[in-house]
C-alpha cells in the first residue's frame, strides 16, 4: 500500500515526546508525482481501512493519529485532501478544521470529515461551518469515498498542472525579461563602443591627417632644405673647380708632386659633385618631379660619357675595363643625361668595390625579354657559374614566353669585387642602404646611387637586376626598351654623338664678358679662365653693380649668380631686359640652384642659359663660342 504510517497510540501520555508522521521530502513539482492525502483518525485500525479503501499509485496517503501529527504533517509538506475524523481526544476534528482553515498555508486544502458519532443535522452543519466540502458517516461507502476522493485529487491534479503552466510561463517571461535586458545592457554596450570606437577613429583620423600634414611640410622642408642644401655646397666648389681649370692650364710646367696633387684635387672633386648631384636628384625622382627629356640616342653614346666621367677612378684604383657593344648602333628614345647618371653609378660602384687592379666590363646586347613579371636580385647562388672567366656574359636568361616578351637593351655591368652579401641583395636598390663597412674599408657615398639607378630605368619603362656572390663580384643588368624598328632612320649614328672634348670651343673673335657672383672667389677664379681664352672680362658682387656695370661695360655676354645681394640675378636679367639696347646680350643663369622650377624660372626671367655650379670651363666656352660665331 502506497502510505505513510504514525505509529502513535490515542492513550499515550502527554509528557511522552510525540511520534512524528512520517514526514517524506515537498511534494515534487513534477506533473506525474503522487497525490499528498492526509487521513486522520485516533483509532489506528480506521487509518488502516482507509488506507485499504484509498489505495492508488496515484495517492500518497500520509497517517496522523491526533490532531497534533495532523498539524505538523501540514506544516511540513502540501497536502491535496484532508480526510478528518471528527470525534479525537484533546482537539475534536471541528476545532482542527477551524485552525487549518486560519493558516494561510493550509486554508485551502479540502476537508472531508468522517464520524459515527455526530450524525444529526446540527453536527452536520457544523462541519460544513468550519470550512469542510463534506460529511460522511461511518460505515463509509467505499465506493462514494473513492469517488469523492478522486474528483479533489483530480481537481488539486489540474490545479497543479496549472500552477506548474503558469510557473513555466512565468519563469519564461522572467527569462525572456532578462533576455530583454541583457540584450538592452549589450545594445547599450554596443552603441557606447561603436561611439567610442568611432570617436577614437575621428581623432585616429585627425591625427593622421596632422601627421600628413606634418609630413608634407617636412618633405616641402626637406626639398627647400636640399636645394639650399645644394647652392651652399656648390657655391664653394664652383671656385674650387676654376681654380683647378686654371691650373690646368698651366701644365707644361708643372711639377710632378703639383701636377699629382692637381689630379688629386679633380678626382675629390668630381666626388664631390657627384654626391651633390645624386642627393637632389633622389629627392626630384622619389617626389615625382622628375621630366624626362627624351630623344632618340645611342647607347654606346651614353656609355662612352659616362666611362669618361668615372675614368679617373678607374685608372687611380688600377682597374682593367672592357666594353663590349654590339657591331650596329643601339638606339633608344631616352633621356641622355639621366642614362647616363645611371651608367655612372653603376661604374662608380664596381671601382669602389673591386680591390685595386680589378676587372670592370660593361657588355651591351639586345635581348628578348618578359614585359611582365616581377625583376629585382639574386643571390650568387643562382649564378651558373662564379667569374670563373674571369666574367659571366651569358648568364641569368629567364624563360621566355614569346607572346610576352619583347626586345630590350640589356646592359650588364661586371665587376670581380668584394661582392654583396645575400641579406642584403633584397634591399640593394631602396634608398640609404649600405654593405657595411669596416675601419679597413670606407668606400663612402650616401646610399643612394643604387636608388636612383633603379627610379630612373623604371622612368624609362625598364628594369634592373642584380646578381652576386659575397667575395665574388656582382653583376647589375639593366633592361631597357628597345627604339621600334620603323624610328631606327632619325638620326645620323654615323656622326659623333659625344660632346666635344673639353677645350674644343674657343670663340672666333674676343668677347666682353661680365661675371657677376657675391663669392669673390668664384667671380675672380672664373673671371681669369675666361681671360686666358682671350676675353675681355669684369666683375661685380652684388645686383645694384652687376647692372651699373652693364651700363657701363656693354657686354656681350653675362653670366649672373642668382643669389645676390641686393638685387637677385633675376631682377637683374628682367632690368637689362627692358633697355632697349641690350636686347642682344647673352644672359647666362649660374647658380647653385638647379632643379626644373629654378631653370624655367631663368628662361621667364630673361636668361638665355642656365648652368650650375660648378659649370665646366667647356660649357662655357661653347656658350661663349656660339654668341662670337653669330657676330661674324
Known amino acids: 500500500m502506497n502510505s505513510s504510517r504514525a505509529s502513535t497510540n490515542g492513550t499515550t501520555q502527554q509528557s511522552q515526546t510525540p511520534d512524528w508522521p512520517a514526514v517524506v521530502a515537498p511534494l515534487s513539482i513534477a506533473n506525474d508525482a503522487p497525490i499528498n492525502i492526509l487521513i486522520v483518525d485516533d483509532e489506528p485500525k480506521n487509518l488502516t481501512v482507509l488506507e485499504t479503501v484509498l489505495d492508488d499509485p496515484g495517492y500518497r496517503l500520509v497517517r496522523a ?3 497534533d501529527q495532523a498539524l505538523l504533517a501540514l506544516v511540513g509538506e502540501e497536502f491535496a485532501l484532508l480526510i478528518l475524523d471528527v470525534r479525537m481526544p484533546g482537539m475534536t476534528g471541528f476545532e482542527l478544521a477551524k485552525m487549518i482553515k486560519e493558516r494561510k498555508k493550509t486554508s485551502r486544502v479540502p476537508i472531508i470529515f468522517l464520524t459515527a458519532y455526530y450524525n444529526e443535522d446540527q453536527h452536520v452543519l457544523v462541519g460544513y461551518g468550519t470550512g ?13 469515498l473513492r469517488s469523492k476522493v478522486a474528483v479533489f485529487a483530480e481537481l488539486y491534479r489540474k490545479n497543479r498542472e496549472s500552477t506548474l503552466a503558469n510557473a513555466a510561463l512565468v519563469a519564461e517571461v522572467i ?30 583620423h585627425q591625427k593622421l591627417r596632422e ?15 636640399l636645394a639650399m642644401l645644394s647652392h651652399e655646397l656648390r657655391s664653394p666648389l664652383a671656385p674650387i673647380a676654376n681654380a683647378v681649370q686654371l691650373l690646368g692650364l698651366e701644365r707644361a710646367s708643372e711639377t710632378l708632386i703639383q701636377q699629382q696633387a692637381r689630379g688629386i684635387i679633380e ?13 637632389l636628384e633622389v629627392s626630384r625622382v622619389t617626389s615625382g618631379r622628375v621630366q624626362l627629356r627624351q630623344e632618340t640616342i645611342a647607347i654606346g653614346a651614353i656609355i662612352e660619357r659616362a666611362v669618361e666621367t668615372v675614368r679617373p677612378l678607374i685608372q687611380q684604383c688600377r682597374h682593367h675595363l672592357k666594353i663590349l657593344l654590339p657591331p650596329n648602333p643601339i638606339l633608344l628614345h631616352a633621356d641622355s643625361a639621366r642614362l647616363e647618371q645611371v651608367m655612372v653609378n653603376l661604374l662608380t660602384n664596381a671601382a669602389k668595390y673591386s680591390e685595386p687592379g680589378g676587372d670592370i666590363q660593361i657588355v651591351v646586347n639586345v635581348e628578348w625579354r618578359q614585359t611582365s613579371g616581377e625583376l629585382g636580385t639574386a643571390s650568387g647562388e643562382q649564378k651558373a657559374s662564379a667569374h670563373s672567366a674571369p666574367f659571366l656574359t651569358t648568364s641569368h636568361a629567364a624563360l621566355v614566353i614569346p607572346e610576352l616578351a619583347a626586345p630590350f637593351v640589356v646592359i650588364r655591368v661586371l665587376d670581380t669585387g668584394i661582392g654583396i652579401a645575400a641579406p642584403l641583395l633584397p634591399r640593394i636598390f631602396d634608398l640609404f642602404t649600405q654593405a657595411e663597412r669596416s675601419l679597413d674599408r670606407s668606400q663612402g657615398g650616401l646610399g643612394v646611387g643604387l636608388a636612383l639607378v633603379q627610379r630612373i630605368t623604371e622612368l624609362h619603362g625598364g628594369r634592373v637586376e642584380v646578381y652576386s656572390t659575397l667575395g665574388k663580384g656582382s653583376e647589375f643588368i639593366v633592361c631597357l626598351p628597345l627604339l621600334s624598328e620603323e624610328r631606327h632612320g632619325i638620326i645620323d649614328t654615323s656622326k659623333d654623338s659625344t660632346p666635344p672634348a673639353r677645350g674644343q670651343f674657343s670663340p672666333a673673335a674676343p668677347l666682353r664678358v661680365l661675371v657677376v657672383d657675391d663669392n669673390a672667389d668664384t667671380a675672380f677664379t672664373l673671371g681669369m679662365l675666361l681671360e686666358a681664352s682671350g676675353n675681355e672680362v669684369r666683375t661685380a658682387h652684388d645686383g645694384v653693380a652687376a647692372f651699373q656695370a652693364t651700363l657701363e661695360f656693354r657686354p656681350d655676354v653675362a653670366v649672373l649668380d642668382i643669389g645676390l645681394p641686393g638685387l637677385s640675378g633675376y631682377e637683374v636679367a628682367k632690368r637689362i631686359r627692358q633697355e632697349r639696347d641690350f636686347q642682344d646680350i647673352v644672359l647666362v643663369a649660374l647658380t647653385g640652384y638647379g632643379q626644373e622650377a629654378d631653370r624655367q624660372t631663368s628662361l621667364d626671367a630673361g636668361f638665355n642659359y642656365h648652368l650650375v655650379k660648378p659649370a665646366r670651363l667647356d660649357q662655357l666656352q661653347e ?7 653669330k657676330g661674324e
Open 65 to 67: 493519529e491526533s490532531a
Open 132 to 144: 469542510a466540502v463534506d460529511y460522511l458517516h461511518k460505515p463509509v461507502n467505499q465506493t462514494i
Open 175 to 204: 527569462e525572456r525579461r532578462r533576455a530583454e535586458e541583457q540584450l538592452r545592457e549589450l545594445t547599450e554596450s554596443l552603441e557606447q563602443r561603436v561611439t567610442e570606437r568611432t570617436e577614437t577613429l575621428r581623432h585616429t
Open 211 to 225: 601627421q600628413a600634414a606634418e609630413l608634407s611640410d617636412l618633405h616641402r622642408r626637406k626639398d627647400e632644405f
Open 267 to 279: 678626382r675629390q672633386l668630381g666626388q664631390l659633385r657627384h654626391l651633390v648631384d645624386d642627393l
Open 623 to 629: 656658350i661663349l663660342a656660339t654668341v662670337s660665331n
